[in-house]
Antibody
């Protein structure tokens, strides 16, 4: 069974930093791209960042580019989202999600498994 | 960037009803369209990908259709557990944008 266990959510002051973690089990983590999606309270889903299975490629939404950094440690089956210069607009539940396929020749990126979410609150 | 627009934003229906939601892309995305269901306080759940392919374990009352710019999700006979918010997502190229969602209410 695929499991994505998230940690790191917290209350942070505006301008502060935070690192989220997502520990995976139940599948060959090394083979799958991973993604972060966020959801502000009462709002929709917003794609934030993705990282390829081998860390060679990273992608960011314009709203977080230059402030957030995605990484992964395949030896620990864990992906991370390092967030800095946080503002009130970054307050949300952050989900990690697993790409639907490990086949890099197949285009596209949608998500068949999701973590439980980590709440990030930005407040002074 | 391609924008994804869902309509309506909310919809009221009854058990047994047939309902259809719309998702429109600002440019063609072939069939690179997924649908997710999210119930209050829960994580999103994949329903459909490639515009019309049901994900494993999803009941057959869910049906997706469309290609290019216009897509729809139909639930043929609403069950109590179907009341939720539904999101579409384009997944052809970066950014992998979601629609704003359609909330299905009793």
């Amino acid at each position: 069974e695929v499991q994505l266990l998230q940690s790191g959510g917290d209350v942070v002051q505006p301008g502060g930093s935070l690192r989220l973690s997502c520990a995976a089990s139940g599948f060959n983590f090394n083979d799958y791209a991973m993604t972060w999606v966020r959801q502000a309270p009462g709002e929709g889903l917003e794609w934030v960042s993705s990282i390829s299975h081998d860390s060679e490629k990273t992608y960011y939404a314009d709203s977080v580019k230059g402030r957030f950094s995605v990484s992964r440690d395949n030896s620990k089956n864990t992906t991370y989202l390092q967030m800095s210069s946080l503002g009130v607009d970054d307050a949300a539940i952050y989900y990690c999600a697993k790409r639907h396929t490990n086949n890099v020749a197949v285009p596209g990126n949608f998500f068949d498994s999701w973590g439980q979410g980590a709440l990030v609150t930005v407040s002074s | 960037d391609i924008q994804m627009t869902q309509s309506p934003s909310s919809l009221s229906a009854s058990i047994g009803d047939r309902v259809t939601f719309s998702c429109r892309a600002s440019q063609g995305i072939y069939n690179y369209l997924a649908w997710y269901q999210q119930k209050p306080g829960q994580i999103p759940k994949l329903l459909i990908y490639a515009a019309s392919t049901l994900h494993s374990g999803v009941p057959s009352r869910f049906r997706g259709s469309g290609s290019g710019t216009d897509f729809s999700l139909t639930i043929s006979s609403l069950q109590p557990e179907d009341f939720a918010t539904y999101f579409c997502q384009k997944y052809d190229t970066v950014p992998w944008t979601f629609g704003q969602g359609t909330k299905l209410e009793i």
